[in-house]
């Protein structure tokens, strides 16, 4: 899926990037801080936030198992951080 992350693959490596990892995270963060200060509305608003976060975890399904084998043969090399717009989590896997 687009929206979780980039995959760009060339000849020798495979290149997972979390681009909007960081944003994920406010955005998930400022609707846990709303939460309370919304009386009548929790309800709607942890449904929301739960469906966000099965999408965002949905959509990293594939990639995850992807590096989660190239784990176990020890050809991945990370770099970044997941917090960072600048330097967003990415993941190089050497074929």
Not at 51 to 61: F, L, P, R, S, T
């Amino acid at each position: 899926m687009a929206l979780m992350y980039d995959r760009i693959e060339k000849q020798d490596e495979i290149t997972i990037v979390y681009k909007y990892q960081a944003a994920w995270y406010i955005f998930l963060l400022a609707f846990l801080a709303a939460t309370p200060f919304t009386q009548g509305y929790e309800t709607p608003m942890m449904i929301f936030i739960i469906v966000v976060a099965a999408i965002q975890i949905g959509g990293k399904i594939k990639p995850n198992s992807e590096i989660r084998h190239a784990m176990k043969d020890g050809k991945v090399q990370i770099s970044g951080s997941r917090f960072s717009f600048s330097n967003p989590v990415t993941f190089v896997i050497k074929k």
